[in-house]
């Protein structure tokens, strides 16, 4: 009597089970649901949307990888974060290691693939695996800062633009990313080793009537993620590095001005 009894719990704990294993009828979490998800890739960025039970797997220009076209409604089963769907006639199953509001790493047949909540995530990760670096060494290069006697203003610039003594001059600005941090860092590098005084222009702190009188000198209108170096004196001013998308294996390359 109590092998029945013990048999017919192992029944039912089997059964129970074996409904939660194949119930695909779990509704997602909305943090999955509400999010484009992207992943940087072999220099394309992939675009992952789950929105209203759909498993849709782009590339950022639109077009479709191949692998994930005409994937019907996916079903998703949550005791084992498993998302099951079809595509093109056939059967795919992912799982989900783990998530949340700014990851998303899913299992493709043994393959661990990370996305992000945002594009800039994705590409500010990808930068940091290329280049090597922790999550602490890639706060310490955004970290970057110069002497506060390098900066001048407006007003100290054109006396500098009008007198007879040779001068460098970096243009720079606070927008520090992943996209020009070895910039800034190649910058500091130039100023340690050059032979001449050296100044910097934050143009972020200049006034919009300023910017567009400098504008109207260096025939530039934009400083964003490429850094410009000038030799000043005599009312001259002469570009003599443009300092652009350096990586870290470039760092040596700039030595001296």
């Known amino acids: 009597m109590k092998n029945k009894i013990f ?16 119930d695909f009828s779990d509704e997602m979490d909305k943090v ?24 849709n797997f782009t590339i950022e220009n639109g077009e479709k990888v191949k692998e994930y076209e005409n994937c019907n409604s996916f079903q998703y089963n949550e005791n084992v974060s498993m998302i099951k769907f079809k595509c093109n006639g ?21 393959e661990e693939k990370k996305f ?12 940091k695996q290329v280049n090597e670096l922790t999550d602490s060494e890639y706060n310490n290069l955004l970290s970057i800062n110069f002497n506060d006697e390098l900066f001048i203003n407006y007003k100290e610039f ?26 800034y860092q190649v910058l500091n ?8 005084k ?12 300023e910017v567009a009188k400098l504008n109207r000198i260096t025939k530039i209108d934009n400083y964003e993620n490429k850094l410009y170096i000038y030799e000043v004196k005599n ?14 294996n470039d760092l040596n390359s700039y030595k001296n001005i």
Do not use: H, Q
Request: net charge positive.
């Open 235 to 248: 009312k001259s001013m002469k570009c003599k590095v443009i300092i652009d998308t350096v990586s870290k």
């Open 189 to 196: 590098n130039l100023i340690d080793n050059s032979s001449k």
């Open 158 to 183: 054109l006396k500098l633009y009008k007198g007879k003594s040779t001068v460098y001059v970096g243009l720079i600005t606070n927008n520090i990313n992943y996209e020009n941090v070895y910039n």
């Open 116 to 127: 992000y909540s945002s594009k800039e995530l994705a590409l500010v990760e990808n930068f």
């Open 198 to 209: 050296f100044y910097l222009i934050n143009i972020d702190n200049l006034s919009k009537s």
């Open 7 to 22: 048999l017919f719990i192992v029944f039912m704990v089997l059964f129970v089970f074996g409904i939660l294993i194949y």
């Open 32 to 55: 999955l649901t509400g999010n484009t998800w992207y992943l940087y890739d072999n220099n394309n960025m992939y675009l992952l949307n789950l929105k209203n039970n759909r498993f």
């Open 90 to 110: 056939e059967i795919k199953k992912m799982y989900i290691s783990s998530y949340d509001e700014d990851t998303l790493v899913l299992n493709d047949n043994g």
